[in-house]
């Protein structure tokens, strides 16, 4: 675990820089979290972070599959918003652990 | 401390079987590859092309006889529709954990950029048609091709 700094704000994120208390997470610092990854982002972005971060908090164990079928953006839309990584860098971005999912 | 090893960024990965085991190892490898940003290619070959045929990729199945692995004695497995019932549990199991139907799978896979591509001597060991195969098949490729599409990257055979 380490501390950052991100958007002004201090958090704690584990050694693959994923936030460890989705709680601490706010839109700004979604917002540098998607910098640092390259990525702008857009109303799309924040439809599918914030389906995320609702999932997670419902203990919804998330897969491509399931954001795909959320009715928010295709599979190939996804990985379009979130270039090399539909899952793991949109989960990075939402401030909810890594999904530990195959699909 | 060695230096870190440099990471995968491409695999081809090759399927020559038709049963559940076989193509579904194909199916996530090659899924999880494109979600981790890799490159993937796949190459169907012999009984593998079941799983790019329209009439059969959704009806694969998995062996109840000669199966060491399968739970129950393989005499039984002479009981009819044994192997299609072990293999629609299967199914139903793995959907449940959002592992989708073969051509959902296919479609996830190319959604990432992976590329899916059918063996021309298995082709014509079989005479299969072009028309029979599942429209995402993007050519019938030598293995020459093949060799030449996994340049730089890993091979692995399912």
Not at chain 2, 21 to 50: D, K, P, Q, R
Not at chain 2, 56 to 81: E, H, Q, R
Request: proline content about 5%; aromatic content about 8%.
């Amino acid at each position: 675990m380490v501390q950052k700094t991100i958007a002004g704000k201090n958090v704690e994120v584990n050694d693959e820089g994923y936030m460890t208390t989705p709680s601490e997470w706010n839109r700004e610092i979604g917002t540098a979290l998607a910098g640092e990854l390259g990525i702008t982002m857009t109303d799309k972005h924040w439809e599918v972070v914030d389906y995320l971060r609702n999932s997670f908090n419902e203990g919804v164990a998330l897969s491509l599959r399931k954001v795909g079928n959320s009715g928010i953006v295709d599979i190939k839309g996804l990985y379009a918003l979130f270039p090399g990584g539909p899952l793991k860098k949109s989960a990075l971005i939402a401030g909810i652990p890594k999904p530990a999912s195959c699909v | 401390m060695t230096d870190k090893p440099e990471p995968i960024t491409k695999v081809s990965i090759i399927c020559a079987s038709g049963d559940i085991e076989s193509v579904y190892a194909t199916l996530i490898m090659s899924n999880g590859a494109v979600m981790e940003g890799m490159e993937a290619n796949i190459f169907f070959t012999f009984w593998g092309i079941n799983a790019v045929k329209k009439h059969s990729m959704n009806k694969i199945k998995t062996a109840v006889i000669g199966n060491p692995a399968m739970p129950i004695p393989s005499i039984l497995g002479l009981i009819p529709g044994l192997s299609w019932l072990a293999s629609k549990a299967m199914m139903w199991r793995m959907n449940q954990l959002d592992i989708p139907p073969v051509d959902e799978f296919l479609e996830m896979i190319q959604a990432g950029g992976g590329r899916v591509f059918v063996c021309k001597a298995a082709v014509d060991m079989f005479m299969i048609k072009k028309e029979q195969l599942w429209d995402g098949v993007e050519d019938i490729i030598t293995v020459g091709k093949f060799y030449e599409l996994a340049a730089g990257g890993q091979i692995i055979f399912t």
